[in-house]
T-cell receptor
Framework: QQQVKQSPQSLIVQKGGISIINCAYE??????FPWYQQFPGKGPALLIA?????SEKKEGRFTISFNKSAKQFSLHIMDSQPGDSATYFC????????????FGQGTELSVKP | GAGVSQSPRYKVAKRGQDVALRCDPI?????LFWYQQALGQGPEFLTY????????KSGLPSDRFFAERPEGSVSTLKIQRTQQEDSAVYLC????????????????FGQGTRLTVV
């Protein structure tokens, strides 16, 4: 049962544009919402993360917006660069035990020069 | 080592063969997770260890899958009698986090082992 839904599945953006990826979750027993970036042949790497008591977090060109009442959060990549081309995963960490991550299906981002 | 190390990077197994996948977590990391990532999909949780204790194995797809972490550091994921549907990338992640003290601790992933069952 999918608890984190991610869209779009793929995204093409021009260099300098804004990339926006959206996620929605179905379970309230989550305490941490990270975004991971994955390049081909590599493991996921943490990009930015937010706790549910915060509505927005910005780190450089990357911003997470979090809407607790709607159970939605999104990643905005400002001034997108060709080097940002990768697959992005949103995730939600469960409250229980060690905090396993529930991942979205992924968004393949391509930034055109 | 500086990061999570997994071996082998690639494994081709004949259907019915047993395989063992190794994970060396970051030194001192208490928590260790195994995930399965099918092609074009997000990682899916398999199992979780806190030190040597396997506290959650709810994601293991069948009794052919077995994981251990006997000394609380290196972990091995074993798949018996492999089948074609086992073909995937198996990811290991570790973190400093322990129950009750997680806050914003990050999970670090290895590069994964790509298993192909033919």
């Amino acid at each position: 049962q999918q608890q984190v839904k991610q869209s779009p599945q793929s995204l093409i953006v021009q260099k300098g544009g804004i990339s926006i990826i959206n996620c929605a979750y179905e379970n309230t027993a989550f305490d941490y919402f990270p975004w991971y970036q994955q390049f081909p042949g590599k493991g996921p790497a943490l990009l930015i993360a937010i706790r549910p008591d915060v509505s927005e977090k910005k780190e450089g060109r990357f911003t997470i917006s979090f809407n607790k009442s709607a159970k939605q959060f999104s990643l905005h990549i400002m001034d997108s660069q060709p080097g940002d081309s990768a697959t992005y995963f949103c995730a939600a960490r469960t409250v229980f035990q060690g905090g396993k991550l529930i991942f979205g299906q992924g968004t393949e981002l391509s930034v055109k020069p | 080592g500086a990061g999570v190390s997994q071996s082998p990077r690639y494994k081709v197994a004949k259907r019915g063969q047993d395989v063992a996948l190794r994970c060396d977590p970051i030194s001192g990391h208490v928590s260790l997770f195994w995930y399965q990532q099918a092609l074009g999909q997000g990682p899916e949780f398999l199992t979780y260890f806190q030190n040597e204790a396997q506290l959650d194995k709810s994601g293991l797809p069948s009794d052919r899958f077995f994981a251990e972490r006997p000394e609380g550091s290196v972990s091995t994921l074993k798949i018996q009698r492999t089948q074609q549907e086992d073909s995937a990338v198996y990811l290991c992640a570790s973190s400093l986090a322990r129950v009750g003290l997680r806050k914003d601790t990050e999970a670090f992933f290895g590069q994964g082992t790509r298993l192909t069952v033919v």
